[in-house]
């Protein structure tokens, strides 16, 4: 039997926690995108200063780094330096038969702390609160990746 | 039977789709580079001003930013925002036994907006176009995980 | 049979080498972080100047650029241009049953060559000596995405 099937509860809680982290990590581009509309800046590329239907009064301005954007890119960067590692330390846990109490802590607990982390970056937290929560996140992401080295290393 | 087999045509257009994929993001590693020696600069590193065999004849402007070497870092960013997720969700696609015709509408429309997007960036069309094709990618890596999630959670 | 299973020699190793460079990859982080404590600054967010717990004497120069820190982002971004490549890349060639030399000699390759990478960045090494690093590491990569290519193509 694959692992990897519909039958099995530990690939389904598996599944609907990556695509959630999924969700969440493409999300993160569009939120940069609404800041830059937002803000009617924070553009890269010397282009964008074209007269166009979505930017009808250019301004060279709009280059110019505006801090609600290069938040934006800072917590989508962030997103990106964990939940790839996760969504492949998930995959490899499912081959491993984790116990369906492992999975949900570790599975849930990275969802809430990543959830938690861009709470607390979105509204300008202590630099404390956010290095908690991208602590545990990543604990998470060690916790399974511990389980499949020990898993294989010991079988 | 595993879905993960070279016999199931779904995993067959992954597969492809998936490679294509992986040497397209390798590849703006290597584009980046080609815009360096090109440009004989753009730089990141203090050591990258000493004299070696590559770099006969070093100068502290080498270390200055270059439009065509940060756009060519840009685009790579931009694909790294993008092709993890969409292999993850395409892995996660497979083993939900989804229509050949999902898999091909969205895996090659994936690979058609990227290419498209590299091409729009390169060339330096307007902005509109540039999230257009961008828009068109992501919508297809979310249709992929919508598609997985609605069939965890409604078999 | 699943070629995902415990019993299969090619899932072990790739295994255990994923779960090397994932914990390579989240390392990067962490030496980041070490590396702003370590010089007392380094900071990007406004929101980082606060009086707390772990900043105790707050200073705007805090915020300013040091050498080290971006050296240790750098570094966590090249990993990031290339791990998650070979993640992906691993796991699909396990499904193609490739040969056990192949998959040690592409997988301890690249380990190796993304740990030279670092050694030799964190080190300040000449930047021919990092490209080399850097090439040997996605060749390997690449060499895996074109062996899957040909086995599906060609079967």
Redesign the interface.
Known sequence: ??????DNPV??IY??A??LA??K??G???YT?FQMVRNDGG??????L?K????PKPDPRQLNAI?EVE?AR?M?RNE???T??F???G??LV??SPSLLFVVVTMVGYLLARLAHTYA?AT?????VR?AC?TAG?LC??AM??H??V???L?
Chains 1, 2, 3 share one sequence.
């Open positions: 039997m694959t692992p990897y099937s519909l690939f389904q599944a609907v990556a695509c999924l969700l990590l493409i993160h581009s569009f995108v553009y890269l590329n010397p282009e964008d074209r166009t239907l979505f930017n801090e938040r800072r989508h990106m330096e964990n790839p590692a969504l492949v330390a995959w490899l081959a491993v970056y300008k937290r202590d630099h404390e290095a991208f990543a992401t060690v990746v511990v499949v080295l898993s294989v290393l079988r």
